[in-house]
């Protein structure tokens, strides 16, 4: 009848006039409402993973509200984005970071005891997001966070894994590599979009016959998968933005392969268009090393090729012209691995888009930019023009117009100087032909960053030298850093309390600097006790845990010493474990007055092995022969404890650094380029042993020399040492522990003579033989300030305070400002 004939939009309004609500019944509401109808378990009996997965679909409709407003403001605002292109991200778990970034953690704690259940204990639930390796991985994570934190239009895009990193499982001492099924439970965090899709191609042939110069050639690929999106809403901290992670799987396409069906043999034309899903199915497991495989090249170009359309897309559904792109877009290159997007970029501007090559070329110079995350020669990728060639034929002729195009210009600058260009070049020459990733990354990037000032100082006088006498003003570096959020709030919040109460403020979550104001109570006696109290909760958080994995109690009154991270040489675990090895021996031929002495250690190692890093592997092995020898020697008793952490991951990292008195960052000097887990532990109050390097050097500088355990050569006299190859004097007691482990004292004689050869004779690289003196020393040190525990806690509570520069807050305001050329665009509340 007139007048009742109401609007869509009006109707919307009276059935959805707001948003889900926050109160203890909306909540238990809500979850009960997942548990019968998403979950499908009657609400008078589910279990706690039951209560997990409703609990989370609960509090992913809570981001997909946010995650709404803030596509919808950032569309309506047509700000400058930046596309954070990266292989990969270790997002860890969700929940407990979503229900504190959203601000509504209590709330929900809450409501669920009400139900009989504890948010702690459901978070444990949850399987961790592996989809990277190590450092790199984590960092591009926490930059997500802070990206997210700081109200900054942006947008990170990834391969959906199917399975992450692999699970580390032990038997007997060895590593066994076991797939990590973490899908198979669903995965509540992230948003099926089935309608955003975009064919990838690969193969075929690209036509000779040339439009003309300024149209672009034509590619004939021959097989098409499809990427289908999944996007993960990544909520800011005390702010309504929550912004996206888009993850692309790989699917069958109807365009794949037409051939096939029409001869009538359907069955195998399905299996062979299922074989598309391998492409997102598994990551390369091996961190820093590059090995030129095609399933590799495919998920970086799959990966990229999708991002790039739909930033292309997005771009065009807002303006006319190209020469509008550089205002309005930045993508980042996380270290090469996404550096395929430059030729798909120049692809598409000149083949498809049809804006000719200078153009097009101009473009992309005033959009890219390039963090390193490497120090060594080795960790460049290349890859072999054959492959590419095959694979990607367009790519490979546009990567070969641009080296052209650059070479000429440089015989114009530097002239004819045959060593330096062919350094230079993209194209490689040698035994197997190959494009130099970083080469071609450098030259179309306007800015290029190293990931700590000394990493940044090796690459404009080693790495890429030559690049930095033709381009200085290229050449950046941003200090890494890890967000407080996770690694403060979610992991220690005990801690948290404690910070804010005395800071008399929570701003710290959101802006980091408030934290130096706990300097000013650092020899307050009062908040000693209250610290050490937090300590001690940590501590016994991880006892439980490692009784529970190996059934080894240990003491709390043992100074925890903590070396977590990927097994590496240069990361020196083997230093480590000779170094207790040392302990032990010291222990043993010490009489009853001296022992009374000794401070007690728990020595924790964790760390994967990448599975074909042989000597790696070894490391891990002869890590639990060390600990089965000294933590069933009842001669020792509580003195010293060895214990290996399995399957270290970003869950297992929360549980182990608020734990730790002291941690160990042992690289020889000038091999990490940044190091990121120093900074998890400063923030928790930790003390760091550590050897001058990456982003050491910088934590020196806001915590002092007096409140760390320092040692070992420095950046500038590792090469001379090295050199000195044989005639290298090393200590008697680093030959006595190494003997110790070639005759066998700790069985397995022949399988670790070659972890021996490799650290004497002249062939020790990393110098472990060389620095072990100092290494003995700092670990006196530590023994000595641990037993006047006021002195120790003064600088445990130093250690967080300073720890305030290596927020990703700080590093992610940098790139904002002085690479991406970014603004803060925030949702209103
Ligand atoms: N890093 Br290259 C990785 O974790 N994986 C890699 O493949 C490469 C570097 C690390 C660096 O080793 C570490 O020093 C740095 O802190 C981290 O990247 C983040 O920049």
């Known amino acids: 009848s007139f007048g009742e004939k109401k609007s869509k939009v009006e109707r919307i309004f009276e059935l959805m006039d707001g948003f889900l609500k926050n109160d203890p019944t909306s909540l238990q509401n809500d979850i009960l409402h997942h548990v019968e109808y998403t979950v499908a378990r009657s609400r008078f009996s589910f279990d706690d993973f039951e209560a997990y997965q409703a609990l989370a679909h609960s509090v992913r409709d809570r981001l997909i509200e946010r995650w709404h407003d803030t596509q919808m403001h950032f569309k309506r605002k047509d700000p400058k984005r930046i596309y954070f292109l990266s292989l990969e991200f270790l997002m860890g778990r969700s929940l407990s970071n979503s229900v504190i970034n959203l601000g509504i953690r209590d709330q ?7 139900l009989g259940f504890e948010l702690e204990v459901l978070a444990e639930q949850e399987g961790d997001a592996a989809l990277g390796n190590g450092g790199l991985a984590r960092l591009s994570a926490c930059q997500m ?19 992450g990193l692999f699970r580390q499982v032990i038997l007997d001492g060895f590593q066994h590599e076991h797939l990590d099924f973490w899908l198979n439970f ?7 979009r089935v309608h955003v899709t975009y064919p990838v191609k690969f193969y075929g042939t690209v036509t000779d016959e040339l439009l003309n110069e300024e149209n672009g050639k034509v ?7 499809e990427a289908v999106a999944y996007d993960n809403p990544i909520p800011g901290y005390g702010t309504r933005n929550t912004i996206n ?21 359907y069955i195998n034309a399905v299996v062979e268009r299922q074989r598309a899903e391998n492409i997102s199915s598994i990551l390369y497991p091996d961190d820093r090393s590059y090995q030129g495989k095609e399933l590799r090249l495919k998920q970086q170009y799959f990966f990229v090729s999708a991002s790039v359309q739909d930033i292309i897309r997005r ?13 309005k877009v930045a993508l980042h290159l996380n270290d090469t691995h996404p550096s395929l997007a430059i030729a798909e970029v120049m692809r598409v501007l000149v083949d498809e888009e049809h804006l000719g090559w200078n153009r097009a070329w101009n473009i992309i110079c005033n959009v890219f930019t390039f963090t390193t995350h490497t120090v060594s020669p080795e960790g460049l990728e290349k890859i072999p023009v054959d492959l590419l060639g095959s694979l990607l034929p367009r790519h490979l002729q546009i990567i070969y117009d641009i080296n052209f195009k650059f070479v000429e210009e440089l015989k114009k600058r530097i002239g004819l100087d045959y060593n330096r260009l062919a350094r230079m070049s993209i194209v490689e020459e040698g035994a197997v032909k190959s494009i130099q990733m970083a080469n071609l990354s450098i030259l179309c990037s306007h800015t290029v960053n190293g990931v700590s000032r000394v990493h940044s100082k090796l690459l404009t006088t080693k790495l890429f030298k030559d690049f930095y006498e033709l381009w200085p003003e290229k050449f950046q570096y941003k200090t890494n850093g890890v967000t407080q959020r996770r690694w403060i709030v979610v992991s220690n919040p005990s801690l948290c309390a404690l910070i804010s109460k005395w800071l008399g403020t929570e701003d710290w979550i959101r802006d980091i600097d408030h934290l130096i104001g706990l300097r000013e109570h650092a020899a307050n006696g009062e908040l000693h006790q209250e610290w050490k109290m937090v300590k001690k909760v940590n501590k016994i958080r991880l006892a439980e845990y490692i009784e529970a994995m190996s059934g080894l109690k240990v003491s709390l009154d043992a100074m925890f010493d903590v070396q977590t991270k990927r097994i590496h040489e240069y990361k020196r675990q083997l230093l480590n474990i000779l170094g207790i090895i040392h302990r032990y021996d010291c222990i043993k031929n010490m009489d009853k007055n001296d022992r009374i002495k000794v401070v007690p250690r728990v020595c ?17 092995k002869l890590c639990h022969a060390v600990a089965e020898k000294i933590n069933n020697d009842s001669d020792i008793g509580d003195l010293l404890k060895l214990v290996f952490i399995p399957d270290y991951n970003v869950s297992v990292a929360e549980l182990v650094i608020p734990g730790a008195d002291i941690s160990q960052h042992l690289s020889t000097a000038g091999h990490e380029a940044s190091g990121t887990g120093s900074m998890k532990f400063l923030m928790n109050g930790c003390l760091l042993l550590a050897t001058v390097d990456g982003s050491t050097v910088e934590i020196i500088e806001e915590i002092g020399e007096d409140n760390m355990f320092l040692f070992g050569a420095k950046v500038h006299e590792v090469s001379a040492l090295r050199e000195k190859g044989p005639a290298l004097k090393v200590p008697l007691q680093f030959s006595r522990v190494v003997r110790m482990v070639r005759d066998g004292y700790f069985g397995f004689k022949d399988y670790f003579k070659s972890l021996c050869d490799n650290i004497e004779g002249g062939q020790d690289y990393y110098l472990l033989g060389a620095d072990f003196t100092s290494y003995l020393e700092a670990q006196a040190a530590a023994d000595k300030a641990y037993v006047d525990q006021e002195r120790w806690t003064e600088m445990s509570i130093l250690s967080t305070a300073g720890s305030g520069r290596f927020s990703s807050d700080r590093t992610v305001e940098e790139y904002a400002q002085k690479t991406w050329g970014i603004q803060p665009c925030r949702c209103p509340f």
């Open 245 to 265: 992670l888009r993850l692309w799987a790989a699917k069958p396409s109807d365009q794949h392969n037409m051939e096939s069906y029409n001869t009538g043999d």
């Open 145 to 163: 966070d802070s990206l997210a934190t700081l109200d900054y239009p942006a947008v990170g895009y990834d391969y959906a894994n199917q399975y």
């Open 219 to 225: 590619w004939v690929p021959k097989r098409t998968v």
């Open 108 to 114: 929900f704690a809450d409501a669920l005891s009400q």
């Open 604 to 620: 924790i190692i964790g760390g994967k092995a990448a599975p074909g890093y042989e000597t790696a592997k070894k490391i891990i």
């Open 186 to 192: 669903g995965n509540p965090w992230e948003i099926e």
């Open 315 to 327: 771009f065009k559904d807002a303006h006319s012209t190209f020469d509008d792109f550089p205002e």
